[in-house]
């Protein structure tokens, strides 16, 4: 008899997921064929190239094989296998009951060969079939013949013309990974043998501990279910976080979605039903998770928030324990109980931090000195008093982590959310500072003092744009805009954007105060005006505000003559040719010391908002005229709540103190030893 071609009878479109199947799923798939067929024992070999990738892979087992009158029913049909309605002889229900095993197996390489042996009275026949991805008969069935070489049953498949290079299936996690997937199979049935590549799978070995979560009774189809959810824990970290729903058995039939753990969960769960052996048989399991059954879609929430709540309790008692321990050996940086809202939000990020330390570097806890750990947790606590984002660089450097750990916890603290909490929290106690200094800025005699803060006060304003409202929060330069900009800067009566003062000029400026012991004229109009501009964002991404801020030198009020130049400016640039004119929107504002009697008038009408004085409703643009003492208490006004919610309280010598790290390159050496007694808003 010649061999012959099978062509695939798909009963349901399988085919492209299955060609789209893991190298695990194969592997998974292939070694549940061996154990339906009765193998004790099964044997995965892996051949390794020169680059490390896989060459050839191989699954032995000694099981009945498959006889050869079965064998094209076996292989042709896709979604009807023979094992729906069947169990063992021992009486175990069989796994892989949906036909697809043995097509996975062409997701890892183009080319696959069963080479089955079976018993018939007194003798053994073998037969191959040969299978070749990419046909619509992708099966070849060869003869049968007798084989008195053979002394077993059993099946030897071999896949080569590996797809990739699959170089991680050679690592310990693989192995770990194996051992999830078969842990309940193999501890119910420990005549079992599983060999992985030269190596036994132990799972007592592997396993940590287990627990049973809980028993539920879910109701399907009128009909009431046990469910138990068991935890399993492994000793190792490179064991999935994974979810599997099991037949009544252990047996595991289907993987869930990472939407039922989280990332911080570790352990394998696994959810036995005799439900879901149901299930199986129907082909519903594989669509489980995104099921508009009523049913089903109750029992996956409350599978899901046992899970969750289980974690819960579990990362809470690590939690405490890994703190305690840390505070017994005095190595925990926190002496005193926190003082204040954001003290405590840092305590519970740097107790997050620590915890996942302890648990992620095995080094932390093993080879590491009580010294060790405490010079570690100093840093990383001075990392999350700082700036959070700093603490996944402090671990990198001073353990010297291999890549994949350090973006782990880079990760991890991208997605905490207390992470981002204190983060915040840190933004608004670093605003409030800044109002401290700011009015120490605006309004802190002598007059030589002034004049040197004026001089830096762009740079000052530039990254704290927020003061003019929390829509101006974050920007960005634009150079089309600054064209535009300089294009009519004559308007303003001068020649420059920007003009700048030097070191020179102040000591020049100084040296003719202290002679004079006045406030001259000249000696002011040697300050310049200046002017920022910063681009921001509106509801759709194709529309723009844009924010320009006059700044008048001191002792300057904004009057008539200033007010009507700003107005020109701002019609010359809405009107400019360069200047979009429909999905961008103008927002000019003029600051100085105060605000004269008749524009003070106008910057109150009824009409507009407060301190805006025009407001043209077929003009793409808004001026607004403002003293420096309007900006400040507006801006503490939006900040007063989260003041007060923080507990934060800091004076302008501590505002003067802390600003010389953060704003060191923008103030002039030593112009800030000041004592509160300078500080003189006006009018006090």
Excluded at 181 to 202: K, M, Q, T, W, Y
Excluded at 370 to 377: E, F, P, Q
């Amino acid at each position: 008899m010649m061999g012959r071609r099978l062509k695939l009878h798909p009963k349901s479109d399988f085919v492209n997921r299955l060609s789209q199947a893991s190298i695990y799923e194969a592997l998974e798939e292939l070694i549940w064929n061996a154990f339906d067929e009765e193998a004790i024992v099964v044997d995965v070999r892996l051949s390794r190239g020169k680059l490390d990738e896989l060459t050839k892979l191989e699954v032995v087992d000694n099981g009945r094989g498959l006889e050869y009158d079965n064998a094209a029913t076996a292989f042709q049909n896709l979604g009807e296998s023979s094992k729906v309605d069947r169990t063992s002889r021992t009486g175990l229900p069989l796994h892989g009951r949906l036909g697809q095993g043995r097509h996975k197996a062409m997701a890892v390489g183009r080319t696959v060969v069963w080479k089955f042996a079976y018993k018939t009275g007194k003798r053994f026949r073998s037969y191959e079939i040969t299978g070749t991805s990419g046909r619509g008969d992708p099966f070849y069935l060869g003869d049968e013949c007798e084989d008195d070489k053979i002394a077993a049953s059993g099946c030897h498949v071999t896949i080569t013309d590996i797809r990739k290079t699959f170089t991680e299936i050679f690592s310990q996690g693989a192995r770990a990974e194996i051992a999830a997937r078969f842990a309940p199979s193999l501890l119910v049935h420990p005549e079992r043998e599983l060999h992985f590549n030269g190596i036994r799978i132990d799972p007592t070995k592997a396993l940590k501990n287990k627990r049973t979560i809980c028993h539920l009774e879910v109701g399907h189809g009128g009909k009431s279910y046990d469910v138990t959810i068991r935890a399993f824990h492994w000793n190792t970290p490179q064991h999935h976080r994974e979810v599997f729903l099991c037949g009544s058995s252990g047996i595991s039939l289907h993987r869930l979605s990472d939407n039922f753990h989280r990332s911080g969960d570790e352990g394998t769960i696994f959810v036995e039903s005799c439900l879901f052996d149901e299930l199986h048989n129907e082909n519903l399991l594989q669509t489980f998770e995104a099921s508009q059954d009523a049913d089903r879609k109750n029992i996956a929430k409350r599978i899901t928030s046992k899970i969750r709540s289980y974690y819960q309790r579990l990362r809470k008692h690590r939690a405490s324990d890994a703190i305690q321990k840390l505070k017994d050996e005095g190595s925990y940086p926190y002496r005193n109980r926190p003082s204040s809202g954001i003290e405590t939000i840092e305590r519970r990020v740097f107790d997050v931090c620590a915890v996942n330390v302890s648990r992620n570097l095995p080094s932390f806890n093993d080879g590491m000195e009580v010294d060790g750990r405490k010079l570690l947790l100093r840093m990383i606590k001075e990392g999350v008093s700082r700036n959070p984002s700093n603490v996944g660089r402090i671990i990198r450097e001073v353990l010297r982590l291999p890549n994949h750990d350090a973006k782990r916890f880079a990760a991890l603290l991208d997605d905490m959310p207390l992470s981002k909490i204190v983060d915040a929290a840190h933004r608004v106690a670093q605003r409030l500072e800044f109002l401290k200094l700011f009015k120490a800025v605006v309004y802190l005699d002598p007059f030589e003092r002034t004049i040197r803060e004026r001089t830096e006060l762009q740079k000052l304003l530039l990254p704290n744009t927020w003061l003019f409202g929390e829509e101006y929060a974050i920007g960005t330069d634009d150079e089309d805009m600054k064209t535009v900009l300089e294009r009519h800067v004559g308007i303003l009566r001068r020649d420059a954007l920007q003009q700048t003062v030097t070191d020179t000029d102040c000591r020049e400026m100084i040296s003719q105060y202290n002679k004079k012991k006045e406030k001259t004229p000249e000696s002011l109009n040697r300050i310049p005006d200046f002017m920022l501009w910063r681009q921001f964002k509106e509801r759709r991404p194709d529309e723009y505000e844009f924010l320009v801020v006059e700044i008048k030198r001191p002792g300057v009020l904004v009057g008539h003559k200033e007010h009507q130049q700003i107005e020109d400016y701002a019609q010359a640039i809405v009107h400019s040719p360069f200047a979009d004119k429909h999905r961008t929107r103008w927002v000019f504002v003029v600051i100085s010391d105060d605000l004269d009697k008749g524009i003070h008038s106008r910057a109150n009408q009824t009409h507009l908002p407060r301190w805006t004085t025009l407001s043209p409703r077929d003009e793409p643009f808004e001026i607004r005229a403002m003293p420096w003492s309007a900006v400040i208490q507006s801006a503490e006004g939006r900040h007063e709540h989260l003041r007060k919610w923080l507990n934060h309280s800091v004076g302008v010598e501590q505002a003067l103190e802390r600003s010389q790290e953060t704003y060191k390159e923008f103030l002039p050496q030593g112009a800030y030893s000041v004592s509160k007694k300078q500080f003189k808003p006006p009018g006090k």
